[in-house]
């Protein structure tokens, strides 16, 4: 079955210091999306993505967050000044259509610790 | 803003045992989704409920949509080790795209 791949698996990084987040969606889903989960705590929207365009963004999606897609298959995350309250782990999705009924594949993550 | 929440937080329950978990939305939902998340893993879709008052079966698994689509329930009979992790429900944002918002899940334990 096509899954969502998500690297790294673990990143550590020092704050205020630049990470970028990578995935690969499923290759013929059109919507991509970026969720956090602090630990033991729920998964929590950031951004939705489509057409190479920001569909949607939360609260938390502030401008110290970006996303990409440079080329036809990744979709990248970048925290550009990393806060200590930042450490999470950070799942990338991807739907078939950006439809509200779409179910959401999600990858492994990237597990983010800022020190 | 918009709120889904779930209740209780932990279940632990002897093997065999059964085991619900509850949501409930602030506002009307379009549709309904359920998640499974094993320990150190990733979300994974069960499934999705659309009607009022739907009612959907996986195996030992009970899905069930309120009448007013504001709540939501999944009902494990006689639970097993492999049942262990965190369920999380979730529903649409209500922008028509497909931000979701999560239940702060249910992590179910299970003592064989």
């Known amino acids: 079955e096509p899954e969502v791949t998500q690297t790294p698996s673990h990143q550590v990084t020092q704050m205020g210091q630049e990470v970028i987040l990578r995935c690969v969606p499923i290759?013929?889903?059109?919507?991509f999306y970026w969720y956090r989960q602090i630990l033991g705590q729920k998964v929590e929207f950031l951004v939705s993505f489509y057409n190479n365009e920001i569909s949607e963004k939360s609260e938390i999606f502030d401008d110290q967050f970006s996303v990409e897609r440079p080329d036809g298959s990744n979709f990248t995350l970048k925290i550009r000044s990393t806060k200590l309250e930042d450490s999470a782990m950070y799942f990338c999705?991807?739907?078939?259509?950006?439809?509200?009924?779409?179910?959401?594949?999600f990858g492994d993550g990237t597990r983010l610790s800022i020190l | 803003g918009q709120q889904v929440m779930q209740i209780p937080q932990y279940q632990h329950v002897q093997e065999g045992e059964d085991f619900t978990t509850y949501c409930n939305s602030s506002?009307?939902?379009?549709?309904i989704q359920w998640y499974k998340q094993r320990p150190g893993g990733h979300p994974v879709f069960l499934i999705q409920?659309?009607?009022?008052?739907e009612v959907k079966k996986q195996k030992r698994l009970t899905f069930q949509f309120g009448e007013a689509k504001k709540n939501s329930s999944l009902h494990i009979t006689a639970t097993q080790t492999t049942d262990v992790g965190t369920y999380f429900c979730a529903g649409p944002s209500g922008s028509g795209w497909g931000k979701l918002i999560f239940g702060q899940g249910t992590t179910l334990q299970v003592k064989p």
């Open positions: 999705a991807s739907s078939a259509t950006g439809k509200s009924n779409q179910p959401q594949h």
């Open positions: 506002t009307t939902l379009s549709n």
């Open positions: 290759s013929n889903h059109l919507y």
């Open positions: 409920l659309v009607k009022s008052g």
